[in-house]
């Protein structure tokens, strides 16, 4: 079952980005300090005075940069406190203004240090701005370039001149933004290159921040280096934005990044052009003549929220069917075709797109009149931010949310995915504590591959990312570094140059090289051990081949590196002890999620104003709302929207034992109650029991019921048989 990452992210977003950096020139490194300039992060007294809410210079920068005339709502306080040296956290709904939050200030500080004349033309510093969202972080660039705003994005799509030459501006101090993804934190080539930033880092703006918080919607473990990111850096000040905090997660970012709550600023989420309807239905087929309806009734464009990439293409073409135009969307389409239906989408005005959570950010359509959910979306978050697309033109427009008891099927399928078992977690951290690994020093360092060991221990690749985070920043046990690839490998163009070349580099690398059909083979590792060279000198030599022209390289299985930092715990009892606290977490995290379903759910069928109810859950007072804000289901019938109540049924007995035919394995019972309830894991891909019989055979039972029936005949299997290996491993972890 495909969903889509929030972000649209994928794994070779992460590989690329691994060449990137091996290609980082480290040389010419100019430590700022060395400048003269001192600078620093700001005092906690600046933190904690009180700031002015006005700024006269950030007014003329909007006007004259901007082209634009006045700040909106509570844009310029947040300006006026960054500009005075403060930290702030901007919480502004979708489409609400935050990018210039940032943008004022990086340009305005130039004309700061005009004023106070105590730095040089060059010595003006960057602004980083840390977003999960690639691809518009190209939009936002191209946009600051017309207004002649020198800026630039590192990411894994640029080619290697380009990223010599952002690395070249960022040096010498020609950048006045640099736009970069969580992820590059972890890679050390890039904080020393930053580091080394002349004038320094005025400022460090985190987007979506909201994913530095555990109890928001979208914890992101790379998140939490931010902030370590930030002291190490230096930097002088930092604004978090996002468009959906609650007072919790926004006290927590607040938190991590040391921020007083007077820095705080936040603007309403109401808005009283939003029509918020909600309708149930008994089962899905029943809404699609309510959905067509509603489609002939309400004109203009519509987006059509739907959970999986199969469901946007099947709802796509039963509209197309109904002489609709609609288009499906998700982030399993080509580059070309998201790009050309976002193009068609902005351009149009009858068009409709069924989407999963990958399309949206970044639209910037302000007369999107329907914006529809057909399944439940996973927090209200979420959904606010959905609805945020709609009628940003401040025209009428309608959020119609279907909702029928299959939903939570749906939902709880992947709420239940990524909680793995207690021993997967016991044989990962088992793995990663090897004894081989628990011999190093500390400063050495080991390599993993975070897919191969999803696969092995059967865990999905969120929870296993966010575990290593926490061995990381909880622990302190260990560091990641810049991942490296593992396998380099060429194609010959031009052999007798590349047989002239006697650096010690090509000789190494022509030493261990090994052919594979047209392709030669070289592990850098080797290459580096055999030569008595240095490994990113190898890289070196294999990418100036390559853009002479002398070779083509392609280079693949990333490996992500950690320094131990800490000595390694040895012992089952250490080991057992960081297992406990690892797994309480993530069945925290289960019941968080969980617990989210019900409050979409509780928003729309309470008797309560949906809008009302949607400022309260963001501790949104929301001064000038009316008690009944007249626009949605509630408060036009005053009739309380109810899911009708359809009871999960027992397990079969004999489709119980139809799995524990199929599944010889008694090591895992949430492994077996996955296999019933149509959950896909790593193991359940590698056993390919996706297309078996048994596979989604119980979908109709309580999740947690399950478990507890295959955890009972786990339990008798092992007592009557000790020790049977055929009940531990399946053949995926003998492969070990
Ligand atoms: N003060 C202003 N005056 C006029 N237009 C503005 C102002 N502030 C922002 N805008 C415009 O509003 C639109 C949305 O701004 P922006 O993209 O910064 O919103 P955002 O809060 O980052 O939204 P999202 O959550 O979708 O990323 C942009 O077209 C921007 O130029």
């Given at each position: 079952m495909d969903s889509d990452d929030e972000f649209g992210l994928c794994s070779e977003d992460e590989e690329a980005l691994a060449l990137a950096c091996e290609n980082a020139d480290a040389s010419a490194k100019r430590k700022h300090d060395q400048t003269g300039t001192n600078i620093g992060p700001p005092s906690k007294k600046q933190l904690t005075d009180a700031f002015p809410r006005k700024s006269p210079l950030a007014v003329k920068v909007l006007n004259d940069q901007f082209g634009l005339k006045a700040f909106r709502l509570e844009q310029e306080a947040a300006i006026a406190r960054l500009l005075e040296g403060g930290s702030a956290v901007v919480v502004f709904p979708t489409g609400g203004g935050k990018s210039l939050c940032y943008q004022v200030p990086a340009v305005a500080f130039a004309e700061l240090d005009k004023l106070a004349g105590d730095r040089g033309p060059n010595d003006g510093g960057v602004t980083i701005v840390v977003s999960p969202l690639i691809a518009l972080m190209k939009d936002q660039v191209d946009a600051l370039l017309r207004r002649n705003i020198k800026a630039a994005v590192l990411n894994s799509s640029l080619s290697r001149e380009s990223f010599l030459q952002v690395n070249d501006d960022l040096r010498n101090g020609r950048l006045k933004l640099l736009y970069c993804a969580p992820e590059r934190l972890n890679n050390e080539g890039f904080v020393e290159s930053i580091k080394s930033v002349r004038g320094g880092v005025r400022l460090v703006a985190v987007d979506e921040a909201h994913c530095v918080s555990e109890w928001g919607h979208s914890f992101r473990p790379d998140y939490l280096k931010v902030a370590r990111f930030i002291t190490e850096l230096n930097a002088e000040r930092v604004v978090c934005l996002t468009a959906t905090a609650t007072p919790k997660v926004a006290r927590d970012i607040c938190n991590s990044f040391g921020i007083d709550e007077s820095g705080l600023f936040r603007t309403t989420m109401y808005r009283p052009n939003l029509r918020l309807l909600a309708e149930v239905s008994r089962n899905k087929q029943d809404y699609y003549p309510k959905l067509f309806k509603f489609l002939r009734e309400n004109r203009g464009p519509t987006i059509i929220y739907v959970t999986i990439q199969k469901q946007s293409e099947f709802l796509a073409e039963d509209l197309q069917e109904q002489g609709f135009k609609a288009k499906a969307f998700h982030a399993g389409l080509p580059t070309e075709e998201k790009t050309n239906i976002q193009d068609q989408f902005m351009t149009q005005n009858d068009l409709i797109i069924v989407a999963t959570?990958?399309?949206?950010?970044?639209?910037?359509?302000?007369?999107?009149?329907n914006l529809i959910h057909c399944n439940i979306p996973s927090s209200v978050e979420e959904y606010s931010q959905q609805i945020g697309r709609a009628g940003r033109d401040g025209r009428p427009s309608i959020c119609m949310f279907y909702m029928s008891p299959e939903d939570f099927y749906l939902r709880n399928v992947f709420t239940y995915g990524d909680l793995p078992s207690r021993d997967s977690v016991r044989r990962f951290l088992e793995h990663v504590f090897s004894p081989a690994n628990v011999l190093l020093d500390v400063g050495d360092t080991f390599n993993t591959n975070h897919r191969s060991q999803a696969k092995d221990f059967d865990i999905n690749l969120s929870p296993l990312s966010i575990m290593y985070a926490q061995l990381e920043l909880q622990f302190g046990l260990i560091r990641a570094t810049t991942p490296i690839y593992a396998k380099y490998e060429y194609e010959t163009i031009n052999a007798r140059i590349l047989m002239n070349d006697s650096s010690s580099e090509a000789v190494a690398i022509r030493s261990v090289a090994h052919k594979k059909t047209k392709w030669w083979e070289i592990d850098a590792d080797s290459a580096a051990t055999r030569g008595g060279v240095n490994r990113l000198d190898i890289i070196k030599k294999l990418n100036d081949w390559n853009d002479r022209g002398i070779i083509l390289m392609k280079a693949s299985g990333v490996q992500n590196v950690y320094r131990v930092e800490k000595k390694l715990p040895s012992t089952p009892q250490e080991i057992a002890e960081i297992v406990d606290r690892l797994y309480l977490e993530m069945v925290e995290r289960e019941q968080q999620a969980l617990q989210r379903t019900k409050e979409v759910v509780g928003l729309v069928t309470s008797k309560k104003c949906f809008s009302r109810s949607l400022a309260a859950y963001f501790g949104d007072g929301s001064e000038g709302m009316p008690d009944e804000c007249g626009h949605c289901t509630w408060c036009e019938t005053h009739r309380q929207v109810v899911l009708p109540k359809i009871p999960p049924e027992p397990p079969s007995p004999s489709a119980i034992t139809a799995i524990l035919r199929t599944c010889p394995w008694r090591d895992d019972p949430r492994f077996l109650a996955r296999v019933a309830f149509g959950i896909t894991s790593p193991r359940v891909t590698a056993e390919k029991l996706k297309s078996s019989a048994v596979f989604n055979s119980m979908p109709v039972c309580e999740f947690m019921e399950l478990v507890s029936v295959f955890t009972e005949k786990c339990n008798e299997a092992n007592q009557a048989n000790p020790g049977n290996q055929a009940n531990r491993m399946s053949r995926t972890n003998r492969t070990n």
């Open positions: 959570i990958a399309f949206g950010m970044g639209i910037d359509k302000a007369n999107i009149r």
